[in-house]
């Protein structure tokens, strides 16, 4: 996987669970590349392919990916990779 400065959010227009990434990160200050797989296969195919599954959201930032997750699961997740908590300013 190639790393990004910037993280990436795949979304699904309509999706509870994005909306709710969306706000949450947009809360902490984090800014994102959002991505919507739905219109775009291209962003359909990568998704699939960095985290073998096709559900939304699903963030990623360099080696760092959580599929398929609700904001508590994020943050457990990121509880896990401190480095990438504090490189993403998140509290």
Do not use: H
């Not at 990160?25 to 800014?31: L, R």
């Not at 959201?57 to 760092?64: D, H, L, N």
């Amino acid at each position: 996987m190639k790393s990004s400065d910037t993280p990436i959010l795949y979304i699904k227009d309509g999706c509870p669970w994005c909306a709710e990434a969306l706000s949450y990160f947009k809360g902490q200050g984090v800014g994102l590349e959002t991505r919507e797989v739905r219109r775009n296969k291209v962003f359909m195919e990568q998704m699939m392919n960095l985290s073998g599954q096709t559900k939304t959201p699903t963030f990623v930032y360099g080696e760092f990916l959580v599929a398929d997750f609700d904001v508590g699961e994020f943050k457990a997740a990121l509880q896990k990779a401190p480095a990438v908590q504090q490189a993403l300013g998140i509290r």
